[in-house]
């Protein structure tokens, strides 16, 4: 069995600020860790993607997260908040074995303010 | 561009009525997900497939049926549209990751229906 729970449904940042994004996983097995991002009435774009390799891990557009199995984190992070930032982000578990699927967190909406 | 095509793209249904959404992928994977997504729940497993011939069900299966008669094709039917349908969804397939890089998922761009 797999679950995630995004911390904070809604962040609201300035312009210019650190971006914190939490969330927590459950997983049976290894898992895999991906955030993803949707900006309104669009498609759902990833962000960047855990699969056992580095514990940091890089994406686009400046983002990061660190895996932290002891603590079964997985936080998105992004040291400066661009107005283009505003969107919906989704943090999501999966392990890949034959009948993998992912497992969805229900969203933190990221608001930046100027 | 090679990838997941969902159509359509948008639909108003009357209670009652039927249809069926279609996923088509060009990118020989194995796996294909329906999706929905509503506001505050993020999205949910409706049914998924392994392969052609294959089916399964996911988190939230009622009301909906499925179909993966071609490997490139997964088809998501309404019988008879509810209200508690209206929704939007996504649909996703993956690589059996055999091959390098067959590993991540690909969504398409979604469908909007609305049942009224």
């Known amino acids: 069995a797999q679950s995630v729970t995004q911390l904070d449904s809604h962040v609201s940042v300035s312009e210019g600020t650190p971006v914190l994004l939490r969330c927590n996983y459950s997983s049976s097995y290894s898992p895999s860790l991906f955030w993803y991002v949707q900006h309104p009435n669009k498609g759902l774009q990833l962000l960047l993607k855990?699969?056992?390799?580095?514990?940091l891990v890089k994406g686009i557009n400046g983002f990061e997260a660190e895996f932290k199995k002891s603590e079964t984190s997985f936080h998105l992070t992004k040291p400066s908040a661009h107005m283009s930032d505003a969107a919906e982000y989704f943090c999501?578990?999966?392990?890949?074995?034959?009948?993998?699927?992912?497992?969805f967190g229900k969203g933190t909406m990221l608001l930046v303010s100027p | 561009n090679a990838g997941v095509t969902q159509t359509p793209k948008f639909r108003v249904l009357k209670t009652g009525q039927s249809m069926t959404l279609l996923c088509a992928q060009d990118?020989?994977?194995?796996?294909m997900y329906w999706y929905r997504q509503d506001p505050g729940m993020g999205l949910r497993l409706i049914h998924y497939s392994v392969g052609e011939g294959t089916t399964a069900k996911g988190e939230v299966p009622d009301g909906y049926n499925v179909s993966r008669l071609k490997k490139q094709n997964f088809l998501l039917g309404l019988e008879s549209a509810a209200p508690s349908q209206t929704s939007v969804y996504f649909c996703?397939?993956?690589?059996?990751?055999?091959?390098?890089?067959?590993?991540?998922?690909?969504f398409g761009s979604g469908t909007r229906l609305t049942v009224v």
């Open positions: 855990y699969t056992s390799a580095a514990t």
């Open positions: 990118m020989n994977h194995e796996y």
């Open positions: 999501v578990v999966s392990h890949f074995s034959g009948y993998s699927t992912l497992t």
């Open positions: 996703a397939s993956r690589g059996d990751g055999r091959t390098m890089g067959s590993y991540g998922y690909t």
